[in-house]
């Protein structure tokens, strides 16, 4: 009997502690739970607002949006077949029960005990419950008890319709898409509205699985759990038995098979997709805590310009495609030769020889067999693999096939890449990261990839040869074969382009005509050092990075043997055309939040920081930038790299008057011919064109270079970016330049002996030769020509009328033209007599010049 009393006191003690537990657990419930009475509350929702991006001018350039572009549907707009087949599938007693069942969640509670799948046991209005109010990836005891307490306060508050529309609005259906007319749009193409009984199906089986059971990675997956779903429905009185039938049969007829399951963010409207992934990524770094790109709702002020965007993508997409056509049509000449004339030779040698090592035909026969199955009988298998439901010949042998003919492509495919900026702002205006943008190819090779710049490297360090004063742009130099040595001995013998020499060649004709030797004699004169310093400052690259970015003292440095950024050349030039002042690329100017205030102002942080600096924002003196900048105008208008593309600067105004834009730029061609570039620039905009492959190893071959690819893309580019803007040259410092015409080949005072050979270019003043050249005949005293240069240097201080006349023409020691100056100032004017009488005094032999 003592045992009886016993055992009742611990059974109920047990009960009355299991009682106090879970009394605890449900207090704990309510406390999470704020507002629990508030009807409001339960209502209202935080709606998931996209995020727009906005080009420079205002216009939409693309939303970012997990919702893909949520548009709530009421549900008196929606098929009630869509209604059946979600209860018919999810919670056929959704209008009897409260909330929660107690039969499906025994059912639960069994199968997870077993083992077995008995089903779910959560109802409708726990799962919104669970989406609204819980994180269901959370898998405990304490979620299933929040997420029951949410599911009967949403059963208390609102009714069954408006519980299951907010349900077909707020829930995942899988591809990115939340809601169901989102995801009607991404499955089908159409409005939910419009959605069939088969449609409807496979929107409903999403559910539970999307990946699982996503049409477009397993249709016959998919296929077999639609039927079932229809199946039900038709038990269900729902809809007829032919109707279901039908609806089945034309689904599958119509259905796509080719298509992939690319998310809904990956098919969203986007007028440029690389400039719109840069700045998703940059805002990635910029937004923290419950903020969300995807449905924080904000307004992203960017640098875009999308007409320059428009002209980017069109002619990035021809070059590639021109690249790509030029590389295969030489490599298949180059292969057929090779098989038409070595292979005889080879075969005939194994057999004589008795050199099994020497036959070719096998792997030829095995090369063809590889392309046959690549690009003819794999996307015939991968459709039979969906269509017969053999998931194991797609994954073993497709996907297989697909890696490797990725890796293939990734040696063999051309890609290309752009970046254009803003000179005075540093804006981008511009980016096109690569070829196609999808899931598989998102490296923005712009900002991302770190390639040889080759020559286009050249102007960084030769901007330090200027502002040395060691060399100016007419300073002679020999471009013959020549051996360097290195820090240890070792012999560095470079070459020429196409291995050809000039003999002695000045450094301005160097540098535009792409000469290796002489760039190198530049380097050897100034050290390495100073040419990394310089270099570094104009990349905008960190000291840190540079063991990992190639940048060893050493003569290849000189050819542009370094690991740089498409978009850190872009800087490098555009600090070149802006004086020398520093330029930061951004993209993002501002970002707003849903209600039009500034939260985020990149842009003024920027320009704060710029000021900071003082005087240091100048990483070239302005006369070296101007230097610099009137040599690289000769890879354009002069002989060099870049002289095809001299004509798409010139433009018409609107009375049909024609003008010029000035513009320089270099381009660029790496060891083996396997990156072609070409960095150029105006007053305007600077821009940067790289192509080559992802993978290193293959060469462009000879028809693809700097010059004859990159070079025509960026003169397309730019030309059509600058049109309907007024002329405009580079700034030109107010002193500390001045402009000399001397012999091309001596590099001294040019005399009428000389010829053609006469070239005028600007220098850093206290530069300018001093000897007369004599190697043409020239027999003029020194200090004469002197004379000239002081007044011509004097009268563009003063600003006389007549320079224009006095550049464009050979300088000579013509007295006649000093007495026909004409000027605009009257102390401009007395100083010319002054030297005018100077000069008559100390030209004794000055009838011999005029013969």
Not at 2 to 18: E, P, V
Not at 49 to 54: D, E, F, G, I, V
Not at 337 to 365: G, H
Request: proline share 4%.
């Amino acid at each position: 009997m003592n045992d009886i009393k016993k055992s009742t006191i611990f059974f109920f003690s047990l009960l009355f502690l299991a009682a106090i537990f879970c009394g605890s657990l449900l207090g704990l419930g309510i406390s999470e739970t704020n507002n629990i009475k508030n009807t409001e509350y339960i209502n209202s929702f935080d709606t998931a607002l996209p995020t727009k991006l906005l080009d420079i001018n205002g216009e939409l350039i693309t939303e970012f949006s997990s919702d893909e572009k949520r548009e709530i549907i009421s549900l008196n707009r929606l098929p009630q077949h869509m209604l059946d087949a979600l209860l018919t599938r999810e919670d056929r007693i959704f209008y009897k029960h409260h909330g929660f069942s107690f039969k499906a969640v025994m059912r639960a509670v069994v199968g997870k005990l077993t083992g077995k799948s008995l089903g779910g046991g959560s109802t409708l209005t726990q799962q919104i419950a669970g989406t609204l109010y819980c994180d269901r990836t959370e898998m405990s005891i304490m979620r299933k008890i929040k997420e029951l307490w949410w599911a009967i306060q949403m059963e208390r508050h609102l009714s069954k319709n408006e519980i299951l529309e907010l349900y077909l609005n707020k829930i995942y259906f899988g591809g990115g898409t939340y809601g169901v007319n989102a995801a009607s749009k991404y499955y089908f193409g159409h409005s939910a509205e419009e959605i069939t009984p088969a449609e409807a199906a496979i929107l409903v089986i999403q559910l539970s699985n999307p990946a699982f059971y996503n049409p477009f990675d397993h249709p016959n997956r998919a296929m077999d759990r639609q039927k079932d779903v229809l199946d039900s429905m038709v038990k269900a009185g729902y809809i007829a038995k032919e109707d279901a039938d039908e609806s089945f049969d034309t689904y599958w007829s119509n259905f796509d098979y080719t298509r992939t399951s690319s998310s809904a963010y990956m098919m969203r409207d986007d007028k440029a997709p690389w400039f719109s992934e840069y700045v998703r990524r940059e805002l990635g770094g910029m937004i923290y805590g419950s903020q969300n790109i995807y449905t924080s709702g904000f307004t992203v002020n960017t640098t875009l310009n999308l007409k320059h965007q428009e002209h980017a993508q069109r002619i990035m997409e021809k070059y590639i495609r021109i690249a790509n056509d030029r590389y295969q049509a030489e490599h298949t000449s180059r292969s057929g030769m090779a098989f038409s004339t070595y292979i005889p030779m080879t075969e005939l040698m194994s057999l004589v020889f008795n050199l099994p090592a020497l036959k070719v035909s096998e792997q030829r026969a095995e090369a063809l067999a590889n392309s046959t199955y690549k690009n003819q009988i794999n996307p015939i298998l991968d459709v039979v693999s969906m269509m017969t439901g053999v998931d194991s010949l797609k994954i073993s042998v497709i996907n297989r096939a697909n890696a490797e003919t990725k890796k293939e492509s990734e040696k063999t495919t051309i890609e290309g890449t752009m970046v254009s900026l803003e000179n005075d702002t540093g804006y981008i205006t511009a980016l096109v990261g690569g070829s196609k943008f999808d899931q598989e190819n998102q490296f923005i090779r712009a900002v991302q990839a770190r390639v040889q710049p080759g020559s286009t490297f050249k102007p960084l360090y030769y901007t330090e040869a200027i502002d040395s004063r060691k060399f100016t742009p007419v300073t002679p130099i020999s471009d013959t074969p020549v051996v360097f040595h290195t820090a240890d001995g070792k012999p560095y013998i470079p070459l020429n382009f196409k291995g050809e020499w000039e003999g002695d060649v000045e450094v301005w004709y160097a540098l535009c005509r792409s000469m290796n030797v002489p760039s190198l004699k530049v380097l050897d004169g100034i050290g390495f050092d100073a040419a990394i310093n310089r270099a570094v400052s104009l990349l905008g690259i960190t000291k840190e990075e540079l063991p990992s970015r190639a940048f060893i003292p050493g003569y290849p440095l000189g050819l542009g043997v370094v690991s740089v950024r498409p978009i850190e050349m872009a800087r490098a030039f555009s600090i070149i055309a802006s004086s020398g002042k520093e330029i930061t690329p951004m993209a993002i100017r501002t970002v707003e939040d849903r209600n039009g205030n500034v939260i985020m102002n990149p842009e003024r942080e920027i320009r704060e920081a710029q000021k900071a600096k003082g005087e240091a924002i100048q990483v070239l003196s302005p006369q070296t930038a101007f230097v610099m900048e009137k040599m690289l105008e000769n890879t354009v208008n002069g002989p060099g790299t870049l002289s095809a593309q001299s004509w798409k600067f010139d433009y018409k105004n609107e009375k049909g008057q024609k003008y010029t834009i000035h513009a320089g730029g270099k381009t660029g061609t790496t060891q083996n011919w396997a990156d072609a570039w070409t960095v150029g620039f105006t007053p305007y905009n600077t821009s940067a064109f790289w192509f080559g492959f992802d993978k290193p190893g293959q060469s462009l071959g000879l028809r693809i270079t700097g010059a004859t690819l990159a070079g025509f893309a960026w003169g397309d580019y730019m030309r059509e970016i600058h049109r309907g803007l007024p002329a405009k040259d580079f700034n030109k410092p107010a002193e500390g330049v001045i402009q000399v015409t001397v012999c091309s080949v001596s590099g001294k005072i040019a005399t009428p002996e000389c010829g053609s050979h006469v070239t005028t270019q600007w220098i850093l003043e206290g530069t300018q030769p001093t000897d007369i050249c004599t190697l043409h005949g020239g027999k003029t005293s020194n200090s004469s020509a002197l004379g000239i240069y002081r007044l011509k240097n004097e009268m563009y201080q003063s600003g006389a009328r007549s320079m224009r006349t006095f550049e464009k023409t050979p300088l000579k020691l013509n007295l006649d033209f000093l007495n026909g100056i004409e000027v605009n100032s009257s102390h401009t004017e007395d100083r010319a007599e002054d030297i005018k009488q100077e000069e008559e005094s100390r030209l004794p032999d000055y009838n011999y010049l005029m013969e």
